[in-house]
T-cell receptor, first 110, second 114 residues
Framework: DTAVSQTPKYLVTQMGNDKSIKCEQN?????MYWYKQDSKKFLKIMFS???????INETVPNRFSPKSPDKAHLNLHINSLELGDSAVYFC?????????FGPGTRLTVL | RKEVEQDPGPFNVPEGATVAFNCTYS??????FFWYRQDCRKEPKLLMS???SGNEDGRFTAQLNRASQYISLLIRDSKLSDSATYLC???????????????FGTGTKLQVIP
């Protein structure tokens, strides 16, 4: 069974569109994260939720809006997509120190 | 100075060689440290934690030098399957709600050559 899953795996869309990425974890973890990994492979945290509450919101444009309907899910909605949003987006969860990552969503904005 | 810095490499080493990576961190209050491995087009996965006394897991040895604020990873008897990017991760400590603020380095790419 997949521990942290994300959908879709690939997302190709036009500038200006709105899209969502979904994440689910079946590990029973309280904390979930969204990371962005750009073309230079730099992995940067965007958001963190603990028990459905936003804990960390790094410097991210407000076009990005996370939503956590329950502690097993953390979705990411992106409005008005821009070329610079092209990257791989990783969802992760943790209980304690180790983070478990999803397989990533490769977003390409044309 | 970046919070966590690594030499991006690539380190190209022959099979069987010993290779070492360093990672420096800027926040002296950092509490815990880790090495993650990321294969090409895959997600990062925890390789090992780094303890003050140093720790070893098979061919892998991790060490922490708090005085100089760096951690290291040593790989002995390199295998082709060790080819990957190795990410240094620093935990800045607990925040409200139990969140542990972690910062990832940009990674060091290792290519083991036959």
């Amino acid at each position: 069974d997949t521990a942290v899953s994300q959908t879709p795996k690939y997302l190709v869309t036009q500038m200006g569109n709105d899209k969502s990425i979904k994440c689910e974890q079946n590990l029973g973890h309280d904390t979930m994260y969204w990371y962005k990994q750009d073309s230079k492979k730099f992995l940067k945290i965007m958001f963190s939720y603990n028990n459905k509450e936003l804990i960390i919101n790094e410097t991210v444009p407000n076009r990005f809006s996370p939503k956590s309907p329950d502690k097993a899910h953390l979705n990411l909605h992106i409005n008005s997509l821009e070329l610079g949003d092209s990257a791989v987006y990783f969802c992760a969860s943790s209980h304690g120190n180790e983070q478990f990552f999803g397989p990533g969503t490769r977003l390409t904005v044309l | 100075r970046k919070e966590v810095e690594q030499d991006p490499g690539p380190f190209n080493v022959p099979e069987g060689a010993t290779v070492a990576f360093n990672c420096t961190y800027s926040n002296s209050a950092s509490q815990s440290f880790f090495w993650y491995r990321q294969d090409c087009r895959k997600e990062p996965k925890l390789l090992m934690s780094v303890y003050s006394s140093g720790n070893e897991d098979g061919r892998f040895t991790a060490q922490l030098n708090r005085a100089s604020q760096y951690i290291s990873l040593l790989i002995r008897d390199s295998k082709l399957s060790d080819s990957a990017t190795y990410l240094c991760v620093v935990n800045m400590g607990g925040l409200a709600g139990g969140y542990q603020k972690v910062t990832f380095g940009t990674g060091t790419k290792l290519q083991v050559i036959p």
